[in-house]
């Protein structure tokens, strides 16, 4: 993303239409770069995935990510149970995917785009 932005000069807009992902999702990741101090490309030594993840999503003051994942087994066993209800199992495992997945995705895509 801060390729695209920064080096190539594309907007909030284009970024989004080629990753294929929301412009509030673009525009929530540059203003965590910039909020972490990365506004510039191309990004400074030493700047891997885990710190990239650190510095954008590592801020105190932040409510904890549920990264826990659902009891598959438990699921599976509800939805083989007669009148089982799944949903009931799930109900309180986020759809929504983490930002951890989020920020994987967007990196994944940054990767094919270099190819």
Excluded: N
């Excluded at 801020?59 to 659902?70: I, K, T, V």
């Excluded at 199992?89 to 995917?97: F, L, T, Y």
Aim: proline share 6%; with cysteine.
């Amino acid at each position: 993303m801060l390729r695209l932005t920064h080096e190539q000069g594309l907007s909030v807009r284009e970024v989004s239409e080629r990753l294929k992902i929301s412009k509030t999702t673009v525009s929530t990741y540059l203003l965590r770069a910039g909020e972490a101090g990365l506004s510039c490309w191309p990004l400074p030594p030493g700047h891997d995935d885990a710190t990239l993840e650190r510095l954008l999503f590592g801020r105190a003051g932040r409510p904890p990510q549920d990264l826990s994942e659902p009891d598959f087994a438990l699921i599976a066993r509800e939805l083989k149970r007669k009148g089982g209800d799944a949903d009931a199992v799930v109900a309180g495992v986020s759809r929504r995917p983490s930002r951890r997945l989020r920020l994987h995705l967007v990196l994944r895509a940054l990767r094919r785009f270099r190819a």
